[in-house]
């Protein structure tokens, strides 16, 4: 998506393998910022 470039299956899958963590919020999937940017520094 935005800003990691990959496609919403792709986010969803990493969601799923635990590589990006979710905040809860019912019926919403929300990624911190931080979590967006600790994906990013890990894959640079």
Do not use: C, F, H
Request: net charge positive.
């Amino acid at each position: 998506m935005g800003l990691l470039k990959v496609s919403r299956s792709t986010v969803y899958k990493l969601i799923s393998d635990g590589v990006l963590r979710t905040a809860a919020v019912p019926r919403r999937t929300l990624i911190p910022a931080s979590e967006i940017q600790r994906v990013l520094a890990v894959s640079a």
